[in-house]
């Protein structure tokens, strides 16, 4: 049994209440319990296309050429990684560009193998000269809701 009124408790509630209300009217409750998918490696193909990135398969070696990148001023990393099963794994080399690019060229700390599946994932620039992927933020396409990966193959 409740003995005193509680207005905090009330003004929450009615918040609540009105936030509940607004995401069913406009037809999005969805967007207050789902977390937008990640692509993942496993599945390279399935994963929505942000158009920000175009990748194709090419030959292995000690650099991976982008065909194109679409991403506005002031620009990201673009991070060539390789595939582990079914997650990312090692940043090969990166890149910056500051904007859109045609024929980027990606330097490789080691070259990439014939026949092996890789990314390349891009990166919001934390300003401070230097591609870190642990400090630097995944770009995420305001589109999908998903981060930006393209997937190719390499070739022997």
């Given at each position: ?7 905090g ?16 009217f ?10 937008p998918?990640t ?8 994963a929505?296309?942000?158009?920000a ?15 194109s ?36 060229s990606?330097p490789l700390?080691?070259?990439t193998?014939p ?17 870190d992927?642990?400090?630097?933020s995944?770009?995420v ?14 070739t022997?």
């Amino acid at each position: 049994m409740m003995k005193r009124f509680s207005p905090g408790s009330f003004i929450l509630g009615l918040m609540l209440g009105a936030l509940l209300v607004g995401a069913w009217f406009f037809g999005n409750i969805s967007a207050l319990t789902s977390i937008p998918p990640t692509a993942t490696a496993s599945a390279p193909n399935s994963a929505p296309e942000s158009g920000a990135i175009t990748v194709s398969d090419q030959a292995a070696g000690s650099t991976v050429t982008i065909d194109s990148l679409t991403v506005p001023p002031p620009g990201v990393w673009a991070a060539v990684r390789e595939i582990n099963g079914n997650d990312l794994g090692n940043v090969l080399g990166a890149v910056r560009v500051g904007g859109p690019r045609t024929s980027i060229s990606v330097p490789l700390l080691r070259a990439t193998e014939p026949g092996r599946p890789y990314a390349v994932e891009l990166y919001r620039d934390d300003n401070n000269g230097a591609f870190d992927p642990a400090l630097n933020s995944v770009y995420v396409d305001f589109d999908t809701g998903t981060r930006v990966v393209a997937y190719f193959r390499t070739t022997n």
